[in-house]
């Protein structure tokens, strides 16, 4: 598989660090608010990928994290935190704010067939590796303490400037209204690895004990410090909306590598924006939709999913309801075809010509270059089509139609008559904790949320693109 480096700007071959195995760290929600069909698009490409990856056979550990703490209204580590503001627009505390966005957001994924991370990790639980990073690039030079904040320095880190072709004049702090720039910091573009619990942070809700006093994590040292306890201290694959590249990920490769001396991060994939009347899709800017909103209009969340796939990664998608509509009849197209397929094919099945089976073959090949290539998952759409017109045996259509459909994930085989039943979000969300406490080596607690499902009338069987559930015969 090759896949683009953001970092290098190459298309690279993928040769992960361990044979037969991926580790892939995906930047996972700040729940502070409902998460909107852009931040789809980003998880949608997230999940993609990883079936791909399996799909070529490796092992795939994909962790993803939770934001719920740290996060400022500036990337650049500025402002007031975006928890501490989401609890007080909802008159909760930071606590019941997080946990309830956070299940909105999985179940709102669970609706758009997104496969549950490997590892979901929120920040909140990872303190102290945050604690323990942090001191040992102070330890080492490559931070310093203030009365407001330990920072990390970038002047100390020459590779900094110019990470992802972003050069430090070039970038703007303290630009937004109520945003606020660090009194004690050396240089601008210095970031807080941990925020003290004083001046406008003197009644920050969540706070733990520190070398440095009391406080909290900045937002970037979470990612590093997560994706190195599962993943090691070089990570196969990191992806992220392509605005992380201003900021966030130079500041994780540059706290990640100071603080081990190994590369932080082979390939870097970044997706682009969805745009809705040209412009991004952001909360800031006023124009969100959320599925449920989809949804109401008489759409389905596979049918969003659909049209995902219809423009390239690193490609802006511009939303557009009759783009909506023509998805949705695209989507009902494939389905209503894989089911009359199915039933009509219910005899005796004639063998392919020879003519006929080069023809199967050689467009599972061009599904499968399409996909290795850059994620080029157009392309991959257009020989879905091409093969639909074709006149190879529907039957056999409807067969790679549903192969392909692992990587897809349009959940096709759901349509058909006695096919799977969908397991509902509470299975779905044992499943998740299960395979959690499998990675975290708990696993008697595992078996025993294992039992639980089964009480529930599902089994799980474990897969290299995560818990694949199936419902007991006769439960």
């Known amino acids: 598989m090759r896949i683009y480096n953001s970092l290098s700007r190459e298309i690279e071959e993928v040769v992960p660090v361990k044979k037969g195995k991926i580790g892939m760290y995906t930047c996972g929600m700040t729940v502070y608010d409902y998460a909107h069909i852009g931040h789809g698009r980003k998880y949608v490409y997230d999940d993609v990928l990883r079936r791909i990856l399996a799909n070529n056979g490796w092992e795939v550990t994909h962790v993803q994290n939770v934001t719920d703490v740290g996060h400022l209204v500036s990337d650049e580590d500025e402002g007031e935190d975006k928890m501490e503001k989401g609890a007080k627009r909802a008159g909760k505390t930071v606590w019941e704010v997080a946990r309830f966005f956070e299940k909105d957001f999985f179940e709102t994924n669970d609706r758009l067939n997104i496969l549950r991370p ?5 920040a909140t639980d990872y303190i102290s590796e945050m604690i323990e990073l942090a001191a040992k690039l ?5 931070a310093y303490d203030t009365p407001e904040a330990v920072y990390f320095d970038v002047g100390r880190w020459p590779r900094y400037d110019g ?5 430090m004049s070039e970038k703007q702090t303290a630009v937004r209204e109520g945003v606020r720039s660090g009194t004690y910091k050396k240089h601008p573009e210095d970031f807080a690895l941990w925020f003290k619990r004083v001046g406008r942070f003197a009644n920050h809700q969540m706070h733990w004990d520190s070398p440095w006093g009391d406080g909290f994590p900045g937002w970037h040292i979470e990612c590093s410090a997560m994706a190195m306890k599962y993943l090691g201290a070089t990570v196969d694959i990191h992806t992220g909306g392509v605005e992380h590249q201003m900021v966030h990920h130079p500041n994780e490769i540059a706290q990640s590598e100071g603080a081990t001396s190994k590369q932080f991060v082979k390939y870097w994939v970044h997706y682009a924006h969805l745009m809705m009347d040209g412009a991004k899709m952001a909360k800031s800017v006023g124009n969100v939709l959320m599925v449920k909103d989809v949804e109401a209009r008489g759409f389905s969340p596979m049918a969003l999913r659909y049209l995902y796939l219809t423009a390239h990664y690193r490609t802006p998608l511009n939303f557009t309801w009759s783009s909506m509509a023509a998805a949705q009849r695209a989507y009902d197209k494939l389905k209503e075809f894989v089911v009359v397929a199915r039933q009509k094919g219910t005899g005796v099945r004639a063998e392919l010509s020879r003519e006929k089976l080069k023809k199967l073959e050689g467009y599972g090949d061009r599904f499968g270059a399409a996909i290795n290539n850059d994620m080029k998952l157009p392309e991959a759409m257009a020989v879905v089509w091409e093969m639909m017109k074709s006149n190879v045996p529907d039957l056999d259509k409807a067969e790679a139609l549903l192969d392909w459909d692992g ?3 349009l959940n096709l085989s759901a349509a058909l008559v006695g096919g799977k039943a969908e397991p509902p979000i509470e299975v779905r969300e044992l499943a998740a904790v299960r395979d959690t406490l499998r990675q975290q080596g708990f696993y008697v607690r595992a078996d025993e949320t294992r039992v639980e499902i089964e009480k529930m009338g599902w089994e799980v ?6 818990p694949k559930l199936k419902k007991i015969t006769n439960y």
């Open 407 to 409: 990587v897809l994930g």
């Open 163 to 167: 990470l992802f072709g972003m050069k």
């Open 138 to 142: 102070v330890g080492k030079g490559f």
């Open 461 to 466: 069987e474990d897969t290299k693109m995560g």
């Open 118 to 122: 490997t590892v979901v990790a929120r």
